[in-house]
């Protein structure tokens, strides 16, 4: 025999423990490797993520809502209070053609319909305004919205009393 084909492995004892220690060394480095990295603080971003906050945050409706109970009484809304809620995001800027607060020039041929159809307009909608009857607020707040508007914008209409309490 010549020396180029020389092994280490002289006896079948060796061989066994070769093959036996090929297979439990790799095991036991990934056991290891499994508890340091388990066992390690983990720190950075996302280490809140399981906190009561965290996950009351990813858990609430998209929309949210409000309980209201219809027959429980509640204070009427002032004009100026319905038209920055609801009318000032396209009356104020003049959105889709709505004629601007205090332009009295676009207003005049509106005031000259009268009150009752600037209200009707209002609450059953007209072009692209949505209709607000029926909504948050009442037919009567309404009304003191568009009494609001229209004297804002060179209108003289009184301001309507309040319905008798029941």
């Not at 060796?14 to 790799?26: E, G």
């Not at 965290?54 to 009484?73: H, N, Q, T």
């Not at 396209?90 to 889709?96: I, L, T």
């Amino acid at each position: 025999m010549s020396a180029d084909h020389d092994t280490p492995i002289k006896t079948p004892k060796q061989l066994i423990t070769v093959i036996v220690l090929s297979f439990i060394v790799p095991i036991l480095i990934i056991v290891l490797l499994v508890k340091y990295v388990g066992a390690s603080k983990r720190t950075g971003a996302g280490t809140q993520s399981m906190s009561a906050d965290s996950i009351e945050a990813r858990i609430k409706p998209v929309a949210g809502f409000e309980l209201i109970d219809a027959s429980a009484p509640r204070a009427l809304k002032s004009g100026e209070q319905v038209y920055t809620a609801q009318c000032a995001a396209c009356h104020a800027a003049g959105v889709a053609g709505s004629p601007k607060t205090g332009d009295a020039a676009a207003w005049k041929p509106r005031l000259d319909t009268g009150l009752e159809a600037l209200v009707t307009a209002a609450l059953k909608g007209k072009g692209a305004m949505p209709a607000q009857g029926g909504g948050a607020a009442s037919d009567f707040e309404i009304l003191r919205a568009v009494v609001h508007m229209a004297n804002a914008s060179g209108g003289s209409l009184t301001e309507p009393e309040p319905p008798a309490a029941k």
